[in-house]
């Protein structure tokens, strides 16, 4: 009886462990978002499965670079937008998902598909430069609370349009470091 008293409040214990589990709906448009991805090479909205988007969160206090991949990779179904048919409600389940109202933080982050399928292999392509047609951005971070299912998902709310951008000429880098030497330099006489 002892056992099966146990077995029962294991049970239980996980089934409220997972529905404490926050989830958040990804669109980058609708509800109340407008939010478009463009390319910088080009300045037309960045459209198709030429491109991936993925949504990226952490607790209030993670750093940019620490925040983990929500979801599936999305391609942009509509002009420079994820919305419902290729994004949806993405539920926050791998082992770092916030809990349902436990503060967050997000940031949609998009790429060239010639790039690469996951955004750091795409970061790591893209800035080694070897395609220099291929972009790459990401959004502010936008804080946001998840709900608990079966409540409505909120909506990344405040999140802003970005450019997608190409990674930047080594001449360019090479010029503004010669400009910082030569400045430097002129101070220390």
Known sequence: MKRLVAVLFATLAICQYA???????????????????????????AVGTDYYSALFYGK???????????GATATLNAAGYVSSASGGGVRLTDPLALDANQ?????VRGWSAVLGNN???AFDTWRAGTIPTAVLGKSN?????????????????????????????????????????AILYRRRK
Not at 62 to 68: K, R, S
Not at 103 to 107: E, K, L, T, W
């Open 141 to 181: 971070l936008v804080p946001q609370t998840p709900s608990a299912a079966p409540a409505p998902a909120p909506v990344l709310t405040g999140l802003q349009n970005f450019t997608l951008q190409p990674v930047p000429e080594p001449s360019v880098i090479a010029l503004g470091a010669l400009g910082l030497a």
């Open 19 to 45: 529905g404490a589990q926050g989830q958040i709906t990804y669109l980058t448009f609708g509800g109340g978002v407008n939010a478009s991805m463009t390319n910088g090479l080009t300045g037309v909205k």
């Open 119 to 121: 955004y750091q292999t």
């Open 103 to 107: 503060a967050g933080i997000f940031q």
């Open 60 to 70: 209030v206090g993670t750093a940019e670079d620490a925040l983990v991949q929500a």
